[in-house]
C-alpha cells in the first residue's frame, strides 16, 4: 500500500523532529489532488503506521489543496481536475505552469 509507505515517512519525520518521550496527539497533512496520495487511504492506514510509535494516540488531519495552474490570459489561478491537459479550464490558453496540488507535507504536529 503506497499511502502506508508515506505515512512511515511521516511518522519518522515527526518522530526526528520531536524531543524524546514527547507524546504527540496530531498530525496534519497536505496533500495535494495531484501528489498520488489518496486522502481516504490515509486515513484508513494511519493507525497501522502509528502503532507502537510516540504517535500512537495522535489523530491525523488532512487538509486538501485543489491543483491549480497560473493562467497568463486571464491572469489569474485556475483550478483544475486529476484530468489537467495543460490548458487553461475558462480560456483554453495552453498552461503548464502548475502552482499548487503536487504537495504531501507536514504541516504541525501537536505536541502533549
Not at 498520488?36 to 487511504?41: F, I, L, N, Q, S
Not at 484508513?44 to 495522535?58: D, E, K, M, N, R
Not at 486571464?74 to 487553461?88: G, K, P, R, S, V
Not at 479550464?89 to 501537536?110: D, H
Request: net charge negative; with cysteine.
Amino acid at each position: 500500500m503506497h499511502e502506508l509507505g508515506l505515512l512511515h515517512s511521516v511518522v519518522r519525520a515527526v518522530e526526528k523532529s520531536v524531543p524524546n518521550e514527547t507524546r504527540v496527539t496530531a498530525v496534519g497533512l497536505r496533500v495535494g489532488t495531484l501528489s498520488g496520495a489518496v486522502p481516504e487511504a490515509l486515513q484508513g492506514a494511519w493507525t497501522v503506521a502509528i502503532a507502537g510509535t510516540s504517535l500512537s494516540a495522535a489523530t491525523l488531519d488532512i487538509e486538501l489543496l485543489q491543483a491549480a495552474i497560473w493562467c497568463p490570459t486571464c491572469a489569474c489561478e485556475q483550478t483544475i481536475d486529476e484530468f489537467y491537459a495543460l490548458t487553461c479550464p475558462a480560456c483554453g490558453t495552453p498552461c503548464g505552469n502548475l502552482i499548487r496540488g503536487r504537495e504531501f507535507e507536514v504541516a504541525y504536529a501537536e505536541l502533549e
